[in-house]
C-alpha cells in the first residue's frame, strides 16, 4: 500500500459540533450502511449548517468483526446557537453530539476508500507493536480531507487519527 504513510504527525483537534448517524456491528456492514444514510441526509444538513469536514468516529472493541462495534458516519458542523436548539430541526436518523478535542497520532493514506479497512488495521498494528502508543479511550477519527466528487478517486486523503495519551 504505497499511499499509507506510517510516520504520523502529532495534532490537537478542538471539540466539534458533531451530526452523525450511528450503526453498531461489524465495520464491513456498518460503515456502508452509516454512510448510505447520512449522504442521503447530508444536502439537508449542509443548507443548514456550515460543514466544517466529513468525517467518522469509531470505537473497535476487539476487531473489525466484533458485533459490539460502533461506527458514526458525519461532518462537524458550525452551529451559531446552542446546540439543543437546533436538534428538533435534525432529520430524525441524524444526532449532534459535541465531541470532546484532544491529541491524536495522525496517520495519512492518499488513494481510493476501499483501502481504507486495510490502511486502518496496518496502522493500528504499527501504532502498537512498532510506535508503541499508548491509546486513550476515546474515538478513532477518520478525517475526509477532499471531496471525492472533486477529486480522483487515486488523489483522495484520509487522515486516520489515532487518540493517544498525552
Known sequence: MSGLNLNPTRTEYPALNYVFVEKKGPFPSTAREAWTEFLGVLPDIASRFPVQSV???YQ????PDDAA???R???AVEIPSLPEAITPSLPPSVTLE?????VYQVFELVGSYSQLPEASGRVFGHAHNTLHLRLRNDWNREVYVNDPKKVPEGELITHICLPVSE
Open 55 to 57: 468525517l467518522s468516529l
Open 60 to 63: 473497535c472493541v476487539s476487531g
Open 69 to 71: 462495534n460502533v461506527y
Open 73 to 75: 458516519a458525519g461532518a
Open 98 to 102: 459535541l465531541i470532546p478535542g484532544g
